[in-house]
Every structure is written in C-alpha cells, then in structure tokens.
C-alpha cells in the first residue's frame, strides 16, 4: 500500500464525517449551539470553517442558529446546524418558515433519547415522526438516516444536494450510536460527490417569481446582494413572495410545498437490502438498529429461517415502492426502532393488512441486541 | 414635498401593496419615512440593503421597502439578520422591530446582538404595547398604564430598552421619537453609518391599541405626550430622579468604536490561512481534501 493512499485511510467519528461531507458539499456556514450528543460536528465546522473561506458563528440557542443558517442561505451562503432532540424541538417554528419560502439549509439531528432531557448521552430513533410533522401546518420534508460513518459523509453531501434542487430544509437523522462511533473510512477520490445547486434566476430583473409554484421544477433561488432583490416572508405569499389571503393562491402553494417532495418519494427513495430474493420475513430498519438487525437475518438464517433486511435512507418522503414489491413474498414484517413504533406506522399503512406487521419498540437508552431481535421474530412469526 | 414623493418613489416597492396595513396616525410610518429618506440621503443601492424583520405592526415594514426584505419569525429578526450579514458583509442590514418583538420573545437575540457587535442596525419601534394583537401589555408597557390584558394597570415594571442595549454591550444606542422627526434621521444615520451594532429606539405611538385604553384623546394627543414628556439628555443631566419620573431621555447614549465580529473573524481567518508552521499547514491540507471530495469544488479549483 503506497503511502499517499495510506492517508485517505481515516479513522473517523460520525459526526465528524457529517463535518466532512457538508465540507465536501461546499458548506461555508455554519451557526449552531452546544448540545450532546452532536457538538462535536460544531466543533469540527468552528475548527475549519475559517480556511476555507467560511464563517462559523456560534449562536444564543438553537431557535437563533437555524435562524441565521436560513438567513445566511438567503444571502448565498449553503448552511447547515446540528443538534439534538431538546434543541430540535426549538427550531420547529423555523423550519417551517424554511419550508414555506422554500429556504435550502440542513439540520443534523442526532437523536438522544427523550422526552425533554431524557438521556442525554444514550441512543433513540424518537424524533422520526417530529422531523416529520415538528413544525405546524402542512408541509413535506427530507431526512436521510445513516448507518455507517462513511454513509455520514456521503447522506450529509445528498442533504445539501437536495436541499439545493428542492428548496427545502432537508435533515440528516443520526442517532447518538451512529453519531459517536468511530469506523475505519478510506476516502473516495476526489470530485467523487456530486452536488446540485438552487440554480440562478433569468435576467429579467423585474419579472422574477422567486416563489412561482408552477409546473415541474423549482423557481431558482437569487440571494440579498444579487442582481435580483426580493422579498421573503414566513406569511403565505404569491409568486412574487407577497403576503397573499387568495384561496387559490394559497391552496397552490399549500400543495406546492407538499407535492413537489412527495410525489417524489419514489425517486428520493435510498435503500440497502440485505438477503432479500428469497426472504419470507423482512425486517425493516434505519440507522444503527439497521445493524443489529442484519446480524439478526444471519443468526435467523442458521436457524433456518428465510430472514431478510430492507435498510431504509431515505426516511422521508417516505416510499412503499420497495415494501409492496416484496410483500407477495413475505408471512410477516418485523419492524424494530428505538422508539415506541414511529417510522412502523409508515410500514403498516402501506402494507394495509396483506402481511402482518410486526412493532419491536425499545425505549430504554440501550441499543437492541441480535438475539432480542431474534427471539422476537421467532416468537411471533413461528407459524 | 416633491422631494419627499421622489424619495417614496424611489425606495418604496412599485407594487399593489399600498397603502400599508397600518392604522391612520400610526407612528410607525413616521419611522418607515425617516429610514427611506436616509438611505436615500446615503445613496445606498436598493440591492446592497437587506431589511430584516419579525412579527407584528413592526415586522410588516419591509413588505413596503424596496429593499432586499425578509419577513421572518416572531423575535427573531436580529437571528435571521446575523446569518444574512454573516454570508454576505456587503450588505447593510437593517432590522425593524417592536417592542414585544425585540424585547420579550427576541429578548435573548437582542442581548446576544448587541454583546457580539456585528455591523446591524436595529431600529426598535417602542409604542409599548402588542398592537397587531390588539392591545396587550408589552416589557415596555409602564407600570400602572392599561392593556388589554393589564386591565387594572400594569403590575409589571418596564424595560429601558437603551438601557438594555447599552448594559449590553452595543457599540451604538440612541432613542428619539416619531414626534422628533430630524433627530430621528440623523440618529437613523449616524446608526447605519457606525461599524458595529448600533440600536435606534424610537419611541412611537399606537393610538388604537395603546392610547385608546389610556385614555388619549387622539394620535394627535399622543405626539403631544412624546413632546412634553421627553428630554434631551442635557436637559436630562440637569434634573432629579423625581424630575425625570415618567419621562424618557433622548439622544445618544453610547458611541463606541470596537471592532467589528467579521472584521475580527476574517482578520483571524487570514492569519490562519497564512500560517506557515506545520500543524496549521497540515490542518489545511487535510480540510483541502475533504473539500475537494466534492464535484463542485473540483470544477472550479
Ligand atoms: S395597531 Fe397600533 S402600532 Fe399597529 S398600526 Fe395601528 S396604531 Fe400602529
């Protein structure tokens, strides 16, 4: 092994790695605000950000960080924050206006176990269902689990990518496991991630829609200090951007926000499958229960049984593509989560009663074992 | 008067917008008038200028300046402002804010704004009361003045707003009111002028939510009030504690030069780039590469 090669051979943290790909993805600023089990990505932006050209700026809470990430995007910049369940919880009124005046940022949550302070420095998948639905009103929204440190960087890259092409806040769901571990990582070659941008607007300087919500693609994104001044408003708007009370215009908008991620599901939709052409029970799983849930499907497979794994990346939009394709095949579903049955609901409503679905919940700050895994599926699907 | 039509031709945006949502008598269109003839004075392109603000009567001025305008959450306008500022320094930003808005829900960006002196200028509309809301007490309701949810008088005792930013930190704090026209342009001026974070606090009226339930007769009887009841603060110098009860001092009270947050960050982020030890040549390489992973960066470098 030569020695240039032995130097892209890192042993890094998935936080860490999160850093990296937002570097990679060309984030140049970052505001955030101290909190376990994510700080060390703070860290690592704070530490680099000023060599590259960025700004890193620590703010007062977690409302005022993704505050000045979606200001800062405004301005041009690509931005992101990190935090955990408590401040995550604080930046939900935000990230709605993010998600109504279609503002690129991202937001790495890795999630501790909750509610309110919960376990601070233990693991939980808890905050599916709040990335979701956190903020009020309706609105769609993009999440990417990963489950391997390397997957880190390249989630976090596709965050900012999709961020950029749909004009949205997009979240990158770590759990504290997943956040903290530490895996051997040799890095791709360079110019190996690719990277979409919110586009420029046309030159006509008086006629531009930064909010036009028709059709197929998404209005380009100017920034305050560009040719193109305009206006932002967390208020319902028109396609110029102004407050608007029309029911038509509204109701556009409304679905605009909704249909231009959710009719896309199928295409955003990121999995990993695991021994699945011939498996007749399917675990279904994301971040580092992912894990423990493929080591499962080979401890079921000495026992005879026809186990296979159905990774998910892609948390939302959430996708039933893959799941209807297998369900002709399957006796049962196992869907283990470190929450109470969060992302299992999404699973259960797009198999609709055709194969039992089977919810292993564990809220107990403790990461599920292969056997636990095991015994379940033999205990309930032993038919 | 012509020149006062060219002015709102100029920096108001040509746009079905108009006329605005606030009441007539409004002091708040006052302060919108003054801020548009002095960016107009300072010859200020509407491109390099980013209006910034959070909810309330307040928070709908930038939805009339052609400016670059953002229209952000309740309190949090200087939060939102940081991040524009941070990402491009170029642009003078200006942020317009009540005093619920500023003082209560973005009580703690405010403090936060004005310790980290980053090149913004924070205009506080002090009416002391929620107007849009409909009259409710607000941290600068007075003690024992009436809102909708003070019906007996307010228990609670008020903020100094200047006081506030001064105590904390900011480099600039003056406070003058929609009665002292001149002085609120040159004071709105020599704000946006001041490298650093200056605070303008205007004190201004709501004669529908404030003066109703306080028994003014009129708008008019409430620029009367900010007439007779403020003192410059030589005049001020000059009186006792018992004197200045119930009155509220204008001018400016703090003028510092300190440096500036980018200044220093970029100051430090060029020392950085030019170390020649080998830690730090090693540190940029390594962050050279992760950058490099990406597309886009190799495209262009
Ligand atoms: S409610 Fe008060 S502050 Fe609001 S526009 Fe009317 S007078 Fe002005």
């Given at each position: 092994?030569s020695a240039?090669r032995?130097?892209d051979?890192?042993v ?9 790909g ?7 600023f970052?505001?955030?605000?101290p909190i376990?089990p ?5 860290e690592f932006m704070?530490?680099?950000l ?5 700004r890193?700026?620590q703010?007062e809470d977690?409302?005022?960080?993704i ?7 405004i301005?041009?910049?690509r931005?992101?924050t ?9 930046m939900?009124?935000?990230?709605g206006l993010?998600c109504l005046?279609?503002?690129?940022c991202v937001?790495?949550?890795v ?5 309110s ?7 939980a998948?808890?905050d599916?269902?709040q990335?979701r639905w956190?903020t009020?009103?309706?609105h769609?929204?993009?999440a990417?689990?990963?489950s391997?440190v390397?997957?880190c960087?390249?989630?976090t890259?596709c965050?900012?990518s999709?961020a950029?092409?749909?004009?949205t ?5 770590l759990?504290e ?11 791709p ?5 690719h ?8 030159a ?13 693609t ?15 408003t967390?208020?319902?708007h028109?396609?110029?951007g ?5 029911p ?7 679905h605009w926000i ?5 009719s896309?599901?199928d ?6 499958e695991f021994?699945?052409d ?9 971040g580092?229960t ?9 401890q079921l497979?000495e026992q005879?049984?026809?186990?296979g794994?159905l990774?998910v ?5 959430f996708?039933?593509k893959?799941?209807?394709?297998l369900?002709p ?5 196992v869907v ?6 969060q ?8 198999i609709g ?9 564990r809220?107990?700050?403790?990461l599920f074992?292969?056997?636990q895994i ?7 699907l032993?038919? | 008067?012509s020149?006062?039509?060219e002015?709102?031709?100029t ?5 079905k917008?108009?006329?605005t ?7 708040l269109g006052?302060?919108?008038?003054s801020?548009?003839?002095v960016?107009?004075?300072m010859?200020?392109p509407k491109n390099?200028?980013?209006t910034?603000?959070g909810?309330g009567?307040t928070?709908r001025?930038p939805?009339y300046?052609?400016?670059?305008t953002l229209?952000?959450t ?7 402002a940081?991040g524009v ?7 003078t930003v ?8 500023a ?5 703690n960006?405010?403090i936060h ?9 924070a205009?506080v509309a002090n ?8 009259g ?5 309701t007075?003690h024992?003045?009436?809102g909708?949810t003070?019906p007996?008088g307010n228990?609670?005792?008020?903020f ?6 001064a105590g904390?930190g900011?480099?600039f ?9 001149r002085?609120l ?6 704000a ?5 974070f ?10 529908t939510?404030y003066?109703r339930l306080?028994k003014?007769k009129?708008?008019?009887?409430m620029?009367?009030w900010?007439?007779?009841?403020s003192?410059t603060l030589r ?9 200045l ?15 500036e947050?980018?200044?220093v ?9 030019s ?6 040549t090693?540190?940029?390489?390594t962050?050279?590469?992760y950058e490099r992973?990406?597309?886009?960066l190799?495209?262009?470098?």
């Amino acid at each position: 092994m030569s020695a240039k090669r032995n130097k892209d051979i890192k042993v890094l943290q998935g936080n860490e790695a999160c850093a990296i790909g937002a570097v990679a993805a060309g984030v140049n600023f970052f505001a955030g605000y101290p909190i376990t089990p994510s700080s060390e990505v703070a860290e690592f932006m704070a530490r680099h950000l000023p060599l590259i050209g960025g700004r890193f700026i620590q703010m007062e809470d977690e409302i005022a960080s993704i505050a000045a990430i979606i200001g800062a995007s405004i301005a041009g910049s690509r931005s992101m924050t990190a935090t955990s369940g408590p401040g995550f919880s604080l930046m939900q009124e935000n990230l709605g206006l993010a998600c109504l005046a279609e503002i690129p940022c991202v937001v790495v949550n890795v999630m501790r176990a909750g509610p309110s302070t919960g376990l601070p420095t233990q693991p939980a998948q808890a905050d599916v269902m709040q990335t979701r639905w956190g903020t009020h009103g309706d609105h769609a929204i993009i999440a990417l689990a990963p489950s391997t440190v390397l997957e880190c960087i390249e989630l976090t890259v596709c965050c900012v990518s999709l961020a950029e092409k749909y004009r949205t806040p997009t979240v990158l769901l770590l759990d504290e496991v997943i956040g903290h571990m530490r895996e051997s990582v040799t890095l791709p070659p360079p110019g190996s991630y690719h990277c979409e941008s919110r586009g420029t607007p046309g030159a006509d300087l008086d006629d531009y829609c930064p909010a036009a919500c028709e059709g197929d693609t998404v209005a380009p994104l100017g920034h305050f200090g560009g040719p193109h001044r305009f206006h932002v408003t967390g208020l319902t708007h028109d396609k110029h951007g102004f407050p608007t009370m029309v029911p038509d215009e509204v109701d556009q908008k409304i679905h605009w926000i909704v249909d231009k991620i959710e009719s896309r599901a199928d295409e955003l939709a990121m999995n990993d499958e695991f021994m699945t052409d011939d498996c007749d029970v399917l675990l279904f799983a994301y971040g580092s229960t992912a894990r423990v849930a493929k080591a499962s499907v080979r401890q079921l497979r000495e026992q005879g049984i026809k186990a296979g794994l159905l990774r998910v990346k892609t948390i939302w939009p959430f996708s039933g593509k893959r799941l209807h394709e297998l369900a002709p095949q399957l006796r049962g579903i196992v869907v283990p989560e470190m929450n109470m049955g969060q992302l299992v609901l999404e699973v259960e409503r797009t198999i609709g009663g055709g194969v039992p679905v089977r919810r292993l919940g564990r809220v107990d700050g403790r990461l599920f074992t292969p056997d636990q895994i095991t015994d379940f599926v033999t205990e309930e699907l032993s038919a | 008067m012509s020149q006062a039509i060219e002015t709102a031709r100029t920096y108001l945006k040509p746009h079905k917008k108009l006329p605005t949502v606030w009441c007539g008598g409004c002091g708040l269109g006052v302060i919108m008038s003054s801020l548009l003839r002095v960016i107009s004075k300072m010859e200020i392109p509407k491109n390099d200028i980013a209006t910034v603000s959070g909810i309330g009567c307040t928070g709908r001025m930038p939805t009339y300046v052609d400016s670059n305008t953002l229209h952000t959450t309740h309190g949090r306008a200087l939060a939102f402002a940081t991040g524009v500022k941070l990402a491009n320094p170029k642009l003078t930003v200006i942020t317009a804010m009540g005093d619920g808005d500023a003082l209560a829900i973005g009580g703690n960006h405010f403090i936060h704004a004005c310790r980290r002196n980053i090149d913004i200028t924070a205009i506080v509309a002090n009416n002391c009361i929620y107007g849009m809301t409909g009259g409710q007490y607000s941290p600068t309701t007075p003690h024992g003045k009436r809102g909708t949810t003070a019906p007996y008088g307010n228990v609670e005792h008020e903020f100094d707003a200047s006081a506030l930013a001064a105590g904390a930190g900011a480099s600039f704090v003056a406070r003058t009111s929609v009665y002292h026209v001149r002085e609120l342009d040159k004071m709105l001026e020599q704000a946006i002028r001041h490298r650093g974070f200056s605070v303008v606090e205007v004190m201004s009226n709501c004669y529908t939510s404030y003066g109703r339930l306080n028994k003014y007769k009129s708008p008019v009887d409430m620029f009367r009030w900010m007439k007779e009841s403020s003192v410059t603060l030589r005049e001020a110098e000059r009186m006792s504690p018992e004197e200045l009860e119930g009155k509220f001092t204008r001018g400016v009270f703090v003028e510092n030069y300190m440096p500036e947050f980018i200044e220093v960050y970029d100051n430090l982020a060029e020392r950085l780039t030019s170390d020649s030890t080998t830690v730090a040549t090693q540190l940029r390489e390594t962050v050279e590469r992760y950058e490099r992973l990406g597309d886009r960066l190799k495209a262009v470098g």
